[in-house]
């Protein structure tokens, strides 16, 4: 598959989607993934068992505060200097690039990176949704090591940790937000093609199209999204460590009551204290202007709760304790 300029709004909304409420803004890395698209050419989009099963691969992540992407618009340099950098620490020539999390900011922005590149991106992701900390990946539950990690900045300032394991990269990481200025690159979990093939989230990129182009249609189901209710926030406040907002039911949905869990994302709705979904599952609310982020949520809001199933790995017993319910203090 070609991915064109054309396609990048459907990408960025079906990215947004999978956001689960968080993950960052889409539209400002849609913007990095068009002009780069527009400067350098489409980019190709393949399945990993494709490519040799030792090709080196440009893992696209990056942590801080998305906003800062703002800055970047126009800038060229990042993803040359943070190639050159991983091949004289390495020693290996990467020859395609794995978007880390396909949820929110980072799909768009692993575009740009290929496009920049010249590289081919697996339609594959590390997470298959968002989540918050660095080492919530398929990578992690496999038991793959999360270093050596590169860390880079766009001024071309790196740190290679020669190791680390993920809980060490996200404390690290986290604590080196601050000297890099609030946003930070990386090129963790070091794997080629053939664990991609093994481990990664297959299709994600493809499914980030398709839902993108469902709900520009106005057919979220047609993705796989599953309609829970439409509804008005009538409430939001902090209970026990989490934002939690009360969803009153509109039209047909008149007489319900639901209650949102929210953190970075949104964790899980409950009606009648039952949960309808939940943390691992993605959980959107979609807005007259697409999905509403969990730092949008606000009173009087009109949404249409949607939601979705996230990779199989999520829900077993060891997914559900580095990303379910629990890891998030959520009660079930």
Known sequence: MLLTAELVPDLA?????????????????AALAAQAIEECGPVQVCAPGLLPADTAVFTVS???????????????????????????????????????EIGGFGGPFAVAWAARLGLPLFDADAIGRAYPRMDQNVFELAGLPAGPALLCDGRGRTVLL???????????????LDAYGGQVFSCDYPVDAGQVAEYAVGDSVSRALRIGAAVRAGDPDAAGL???????????????????AVLSGVLADADRLLRLVVADE?????????????????ITLLGSSGPVSAEELRYGQRVTVVTARSAPAWYTPAGLALGGPEAFGVRT
Not at 231 to 237: I, L, P, Q, Y
């Open 266 to 282: 949104y964790l899980a709705v409950f009606e009648n204290g039952e949960p309808l979904a939940m943390v691992p599952d993605v």
């Open 13 to 29: 909304l079906g990215c947004a989607v999978l956001g689960s409420g968080g993950g960052g803004s889409t539209s400002l890395s």
């Open 62 to 100: 990056q942590a801080g505060s998305t906003l800062l992407s703002e800055e970047m618009l126009g800038g060229r340099a990042d993803a040359e200097v943070m190639r050159e950098a991983l091949e004289r620490l390495t020693g290996r020539v990467p020859r395609a690039v794995l978007c880390a």
């Open 162 to 176: 020669d190791w680390a394991d993920g809980a060490w990269l996200e404390r690290f990481v986290r604590a080196s």
């Open 226 to 244: 599953r309609t829970l209710a439409t509804a008005k926030v009538t409430e939001v406040g902090q209970y026990e460590g989490h934002t939690e």
